[in-house]
C-alpha cells in the first residue's frame, strides 16, 4: 500500500520503519522546512524501549543519552530540600535513559535510512476519502492518492482537524504552559543532576548537558490565551517569574540569546475514536497525555508501533482490512493510554504548586521519594506500563 504520513517527530517516523519493514510504500511530509530541534528532555523506558530494542536504536541512543543520578530539590536561595535517585522511580538503569526529544527524533528517523519518501516544508490542506483511497491535496499545490493517511503530526495535529473536527472538541487545557530553551557557558553546571527549583505556580529546571550546554525548563499555571510568537512567550515568562528565587533571573536573563527555544500549552487530547474511514491517527494527535506524563514520547513509538504492526497482520488494502487493523490499535491501547492521562492530571502539583499547602505536601513528598515503596505508590500508575506489545511478522517474536 502507500501510506502518507504526516509529521516527522517521533511517532511519525516510527510508524513509517515499521511499515516499511511490512512491505508498504511510505511517504512523510513534514510542515517544519527542516526535522526539528529543541523542544524539551524526556525520560525514555518501558514499551517505548522495547519499540526501540526492536529497532536496534538503542545503543545510539544510549550515545546521545543521558542516564541522570540524582533529582535534587532546593529552595528559592539554593539549599537542597531533597534528594533522590531517578532509577527508584523506574525500578532500573539498565532500561531507561534521558534524552532530547529532538535527538531521539533524529536517531529514529535515522534508522530509516532513504526507505521512506520525505516532504519538508509541506502537509496535508484538504482529504478526500471516498472509501477506495484518500485524495491528499497539499499545501504546495500537488494532488496525490495514498491507500492510508496517519496522522502523527502532534498536539495541533492538521489531520485531526481535517478529519474528525476542530481542536476544540478533543483538547483539555491543564491551566500550565511549558518552556524549554538551551544556553551555552551556564555560569554553573552540576553534573548528571536535575536541578528542581518550585514555588507557587512554577517550577523551574536545570540540566547539563555535554559540551557546555544547559538546559532550563519551566513549567507554570497560566490562564488566558497562550501567545503564540517568541516575543509574546518570553513576555509572558517574565511577567509570570520576575520575582522568582534561586538562578530564575539569570535563566530569563540568558533567554533572548538562546537556541532551541520551544513553547506551547500543557493539553491533553481524547479521542472517542482513533480513526475515521481511512484515516487514523497517532501519538500526541490522538492520545497526548501532556508533559506532566514524563512519557509522551515512548507511549506515542509504542502506538505507531502497534498500528504498524496490526496494519502488517491483516491486509489493508482492500475492502474493511484497515478498519480491523484500525480498530485492533485503539483497542489494545485505549485504556493504556486514559491511565497514563488520568495520572498525569494528579501531577499539576509537582510541576506547579497552585498553593502553599500544595507546595508544603510536594516537598513533603519529593523527601520520601528514596524510598522505593513511597516512589511506587506515589508514581505507579504514572511509570509503570502495563502493554504486551504484538509480534511483528518479520520478527517472529511473542515479546
Not at 162 to 185: K, S
Not at 235 to 252: C, F, I, S
Request: proline letters at 4%.
Amino acid at each position: 500500500m502507500k501510506i502518507l504520513v504526516v509529521g516527522a517527530g517521533l511517532a511519525g517516523p516510527t510508524a513509517a520503519f515499521w511499515l516499511i519493514k511490512g512491505g508498504h510504500e511510505v511517504t512523510i511530509v513534514e510542515h517544519a522546512p527542516e526535522l526539528r530541534s529543541g523542544g524539551y528532555l524526556i525520560d525514555f523506558w518501558g514499551a517505548g524501549f522495547d519499540v526501540a530494542e526492536r529497532m536496534g536504536i538503542v545503543p545510539e541512543l544510549r550515545e546521545r543519552g543521558y542516564v541522570f543520578t540524582e533529582a535534587r530539590v532546593i529552595n528559592r536561595d539554593g539549599r537542597k530540600v531533597a534528594s533522590f535517585n531517578p532509577a527508584v522511580i523506574i525500578e532500573s538503569n539498565d532500561r531507561y535513559l534521558t534524552i532530547a526529544r529532538s535527538d531521539l527524533s533524529a536517531v529514529i528517523y535515522d534508522a530509516l535510512g532513504r526507505a521512506a519518501e520525505l516532504l519538508l516544508g509541506d502537509t496535508a490542506q484538504h482529504l478526500d476519502d471516498d472509501g477506495e483511497r484518500v485524495r491528499v491535496t497539499f499545501e504546495g499545490g500537488s494532488i496525490r492518492d495514498f491507500d492510508l493517511v496517519i496522522g502523527a503530526d502532534g498536539l495541533h495535529s492538521r489531520v485531526r482537524k481535517l478529519a474528525f473536527g476542530p481542536q476544540e472538541q478533543y483538547e483539555t487545557y491543564l491551566g500550565m504552559v511549558v518552556a524549554a530553551f538551551e544556553v551555552e557557558r551556564y555560569p554553573k553546571r552540576d553534573e548528571l543532576v536535575a536541578m528542581m527549583y518550585a514555588d507557587i505556580g512554577f517550577q523551574a529546571l536545570r540540566l547539563s548537558f555535554r559540551d557546555d550546554t544547559t538546559l532550563v525548563l519551566f513549567s507554570l499555571r497560566y490562564e488566558g490565551d497562550v501567545p503564540l510568537d517568541r516575543a509574546g512567550q518570553e513576555a509572558l515568562l517574565r511577567a509570570k517569574l520576575t520575582d522568582a528565587g534561586w538562578e530564575v533571573p539569570t535563566m530569563l536573563a540568558l533567554m533572548s540569546s538562546s537556541r532551541n527555544f520551544y513553547f506551547d500549552s500543557v493539553s491533553q487530547i481524547q479521542m472517542p475514536s482513533w480513526s475515521t474511514g481511512r484515516v487514523a491517527l497517532v501519538g500526541d494527535a490522538v492520545a497526548c497525555p501532556s508533559f506532566l506524563a514524563g512519557q509522551g514520547s515512548a507511549l506515542a513509538m509504542v502506538e505507531a508501533y502497534t498500528l504498524a504492526a496490526e496494519l502488517v497482520t491483516t491486509p489493508a488494502g482492500t475492502g474493511d482490512g484497515h478498519r480491523q487493523a484500525f480498530a485492533r490499535y485503539q483497542e489494545r491501547l485505549e485504556s493504556l493510554l486514559r491511565s497514563k492521562q488520568d495520572a498525569a492530571r494528579g501531577l499539576g502539583l509537582a510541576f506547579a504548586p497552585k498553593n502553599r499547602r500544595q507546595l508544603f505536601v510536594r516537598n513533603a513528598v519529593m523527601r520520601m521519594m528514596g524510598l522505593p515503596k513511597v516512589a511506587d505508590l506515589v508514581m505507579g500508575r504514572s511509570f509503570h506500563d502495563r502493554v504486551e506489545l504484538p509480534s511483528f511478522p518479520e520478527l517472529n517474536t511473542g515479546r
